[in-house]
C-alpha cells in the first residue's frame, strides 16, 4: 500500500516545514527537523544549505496507518520548475501547499491548471495557520478564486490551536500538546452550519448516487460515513479538492487521513505512454509487480562520495539490486541505449540512505551508481528494451556565458559540465563557435547561481561570468573596388599576386557569391579558387568587428601573375587583401539576429508586454486568445534587447508569463549601436 504524493507551493509557503512535521508526527524523526544523524530531512544537497531554499526535489517516505506515503518535495522557486515537473511525473497526487500569511501567486496558479489537464488528484493544504498575519478566510477565498469549483474546507482552524470538523461536527483541540475531542460550543456550531452546506454539496455533486442531491434538498439528513466514502471517491477522481489547515502540531492527523483515504493508490494512476525504442506502442499492465520492468529516472544527483545517485519511480515490474536492465534514453542531443548493472537500492532520510531489498510497482526508491542513466532515461527489462514518452520540460532561455579562472579548472570544468547537464535536463551547454564563448543556458539568475556554486563546491571548478557576446554578422553598405597586391621578391622564390575585385552587397540571406570574369589569362585559371579561397577566409574573420561577413558578391575581373613566383597562397592573401582594400571605401554595416518572439501572459499584463518589447526595438505583430485569461503576443525583436528576458519576463508578469524564441533573419544594426560595438571590439 503506497501513496506517491508532490507538494507543491511557491517558495515560503512551507512545503519542507510540512514535510519534517509529517515525518515527526508519524514516528519516522523524533522531532521536527531533525533526522538520526542530525541533519535536516532537507540538508541533502549543500547547495540547500548554504542558500536556505530548496532547490532540489527530494524524496522523504512516511508510514500512516500501515500505509507508505512517498512525500515528494519540490522547489517553490519558478527557476526549478524542471525538478517540480519531475515530482509531478512521479507522483500520483498533489498537495498544494498555500501560506495562510502569504497567499497564492501565480505559478501555483498555473500548476493547478497543469495538474488539472492531465485529471491529477489535488488536495489544498493552508499552513502557518498559528502566523500573526494569517487570515484563514481570505486565503480560503483566494483559493476558490484562483483553484475554481470543488475547492471547499474539510476543516476550519480555530485560534491556531484547534480543528472544527465540518462533517463530523466535532471540535479537536491541540491546545494541550495532543489531540483532543468534544463537542462544538454554540458559537462553533454556528461557524460549522456557514461552511458545511457548501462542503457536502460540492461532495454531492461528485456522488455516484445521483438520487443524494434531491433527498438533501428536500431536507433528509444525509449519513457521515455516505459522505466520507463519497468524499473519498471525489478526490481520487480529481472532482474534489478538500481544504485543510496546518500549523505546528495541529492538522497533521487530518491531513494523513486524507492523503491515505483519499488519494489513490498507484494502480488507480494511468500509465505514462510506453513504447518500443522503434516507437510501436506497448500495452503495459498498469503498476503489476510480476509485470514487464518499467522505471524512470526522475531525478539525477552526484554526490562527491558516492557517486551518481538517481531517484527512480518504478510503474511496473519490481526492481532489485544487483539485477541488470537496459537504459533507454531519447532526449534529443542525449540519445542512448545501453545495459546497466543495478546497484544498491535505499530509501533516503535527509543524508541517511536506509537500505530496502527491493522495490516494487508504485513505490519509488533511489538507486546508486548508475554510470551512465540521466534524468528521464527509462529503465526495462534488457530482453525487452522499453521507453517512456518523456515529460515536458521548460526550454532554458536565459544565456550566461562562462570561462574557467585558472588552466587547472579549464581542465576539469568540461567532465564537471557534463555531469551536470547529465542531472539537470533544463540546463543546456553551448560552445559557440562564432563568440568563442561557452554559454550556460539556465532558467533564471537563481538557477544559474546554483549551478555556479555546485561547479565550484561539488567538482572544484572555479568560474566566472563574463559578458555574453551576440553572434553579429557583417556585409558592405555600397558598391567597392579593392585590389589585393602580394609581391615579395627578394631573392630565390618570392611571392607574386596581384587582382583586382569589385564587391556589393546582396539582399539579406542572399549568402555569398563568387564570380569569375578574367579575361586573357591574367590570372592563370589554377589561382582563381586561390582568391575564392583568400576572400572567403577574410570574410569569416570579418573587416570591421570581427564578425562574419555575409550577404555579398565579389567579382574578380583583373590581375597579374608571376610565372615562378605566383602560387596559391600567393593569391589567398591577395584575395584577402582586395576585400579589405574594397571594405575601407564604403560603410560597412553590422548585421544583428532578429527573433521571432512568443510571449505568453495572462490578460492583465498584455499592455506592459507589449509597451516593453516596443522599447527593446521590437515590432509587435499581433496577439491571441490562449485559453480563459491568457494571451500569446508575437513579435520580432533583436536578439541583442532580450539576452535576459527571461528574468524581465518573470518580474513583469510575478512568474506567470512564459515566452519561447526562434532565429528569423539579420537586420542592420542600427549606427549608433553599431559604433559602440566596433569600438568595444577595437
Known amino acids: 500500500m503506497v501513496r506517491n504524493v508532490v507538494l507543491v507551493g511557491h517558495s515560503g509557503a512551507g512545503k519542507t516545514t510540512l514535510v519534517e512535521a509529517l515525518l515527526a508526527a508519524t514516528g519516522a524523526i523524533q522531532r521536527a527537523g531533525r533526522v538520526e544523524d542530525g541533519t535536516t530531512v532537507s540538508d541533502f544537497d549543500e547547495v540547500e544549505v548554504r542558500q536556505q531554499r530548496s532547490v532540489n526535489l527530494s524524496l522523504a517516505p512516511v508510514v500512516h496507518n500501515g500505509i507508505k506515503i512517498n512525500l515528494l518535495d519540490t522547489p517553490g522557486y519558478a527557476d526549478f520548475v524542471g525538478d517540480l515537473r519531475a515530482g509531478l511525473r512521479a507522483a500520483d497526487a498533489a498537495l498544494f501547499v498555500v501560506s495562510a500569511a502569504e497567499g497564492i501567486d501565480g505559478l501555483t496558479r498555473m500548476l493547478w491548471e497543469e495538474c488539472a489537464g492531465v485529471g491529477m488528484p489535488r488536495a489544498v493544504v493552508i499552513t502557518k495557520i498559528d502566523h500573526q498575519r494569517a487570515n484563514f478566510d481570505e486565503v480560503l477565498a483566494s483559493c476558490q478564486d484562483a483553484f ?17 470538523g465540518l462533517l463530523s461536527q466535532r471540535f ?10 468534544r463537542e462544538p460550543d454554540a458559537e462553533q456550531l454556528e461557524l460549522i452550519e456557514q461552511y458545511r452546506g457548501e462542503l457536502i454539496e460540492g461532495i454531492i455533486q461528485e456522488s455516484e448516487d445521483e438520487s443524494l442531491m434531491d433527498r438533501y434538498l428536500s431536507g433528509e439528513e444525509i449519513d457521515t460515513k455516505v459522505l466520507i466514502d463519497d468524499l473519498e471517491k471525489a478526490v481520487a477522481r480529481a472532482g474534489f479538492h478538500p481544504v485543510l489547515a496546518v500549523a505546528p502540531g495541529v492538522g497533521l492527523l487530518e491531513l494523513l487521513e486524507v492523503i491515505t483515504q483519499g488519494f489513490p493508490c498507484p494502480p488507480e494512476h494511468r500509465l505514462p505512454e510506453v513504447t518500443t525504442l522503434d516507437g510501436k506502442p506497448v500495452a503495459v499492465p498498469s503498476c503489476d509487480p510480476d509485470g514487464p520492468l518499467v522505471a524512470e529516472v526522475v531525478k539525477t544527483t552526484s554526490d562527491p562520495y558516492v557517486g551518481r545517485i538517481s531517484l527512480v519511480r518504478v510503474f511496473s515490474g519490481t526492481l532489485r539490486p544487483d539485477m541488470t536492465v537496459h537504459v533507454s534514453g531519447h532526449v534529443p542531443d542525449r540519445e542512448h541505449d545501453l545495459d546497466e548493472r543495478i546497484g544498491a537500492l535505499t530509501s533516503p532520510l535527509g543524508k541517511t540512505q536506509r537500505p530496502i531489498a527491493k522495490c516494487v510497482a508504485g513505490d519509488v ?110 556585409t558592405f553598405g555600397g558598391r567597392a573596388q579593392g585590389m589585393g597586391r602580394n609581391v615579395k621578391q627578394t631573392g630565390g622564390h618570392g611571392q607574386y599576386a596581384v ?6 552587397p546582396l539582399p539579406s540571406g542572399g549568402g555569398f557569391e563568387f564570380v569569375d570574369k578574367i579575361v586573357g589569362g591574367v590570372v592563370p585559371r589554377q589561382f582563381i579558387p586561390s582568391v575564392e579561397k583568400g576572400v572567403r577566409a577574410q570574410m569569416d574573420r570579418g573587416v570591421v568587428a570581427g564578425y562574419p561577413m555575409v550577404d555579398i558578391r565579389v567579382t574578380l575581373y583583373d590581375g597579374k601573375a608571376h610565372s615562378v613566383d605566383s602560387s596559391d597562397m600567393a593569391f589567398q592573401i591577395a584575395g584577402q587583401l582586395a576585400l579589405r582594400e574594397a571594405a575601407a571605401k564604403v560603410p560597412a554595416l553590422l548585421l544583428e539576429p532578429v527573433d521571432e518572439v512568443s510571449v505568453l501572459v495572462a490578460d492583465e499584463y498584455v499592455g506592459a508586454v507589449m509597451s516593453d518589447l516596443s522599447s527593446r526595438r521590437g515590432r509587435v505583430l499581433g496577439t491571441e486568445a490562449v485559453g480563459t485569461g491568457r494571451t500569446l503576443v508575437r513579435a520580432e525583436v533583436p536578439e541583442l534587447e532580450i539576452t535576459r528576458y527571461a528574468i524581465d519576463l518573470r518580474s513583469m508578469s510575478h512568474g506567470t508569463g512564459s515566452f519561447h524564441r526562434g532565429f528569423l533573419r539579420y537586420e542592420p544594426l542600427p549606427s549608433h549601436l553599431a559604433d559602440k560595438v566596433a569600438s568595444t571590439e577595437d
Open 172 to 181: 479537536f483541540d491541540y491546545g494541550g500538546g495532543s489531540r483532543t475531542e
Open 148 to 164: 475554481g469549483d470543488g475547492v471547499a474546507p474539510l476543516y476550519l482552524p480555530v485560534n491556531g490551536t484547534g480543528l472544527l
Open 499 to 504: 587582382c583586382h575585385v569589385e564587391v556589393e
Open 365 to 474: 526508491c533511489v538507486v546508486a551508481k548508475l554510470a551512465h542513466a540521466e534524468t528521464g532515461d527509462t529503465l526495462s527489462d534488457k530482453e525487452r528494451p522499453l521507453l517512456m514518452r518523456p515529460w515536458e520540460m521548460p526550454e532554458p532561455l536565459l544565456p550566461v556565458a562562462i570561462r574557467a579562472k585558472s588552466k587547472a579548472d579549464e581542465d576539469k570544468m568540461s567532465q564537471a559540465l557534463a555531469r551536470l547537464v547529465a542531472e539537470d535536463p533544463t540546463l543546456r551547454l553551448e560552445n559557440n563557435p562564432e563568440t568563442r564563448q561557452l554559454v550556460l543556458w539556465c532558467m533564471g539568475e537563481a538557477h544559474a547561481d546554483v549551478l555556479l556554486d555546485r561547479l565550484a563546491k561539488r567538482h572544484g571548478v572555479e568560474v566566472e561570468k563574463i559578458e555574453l557576446r551576440v553572434p553579429l554578422r557583417e
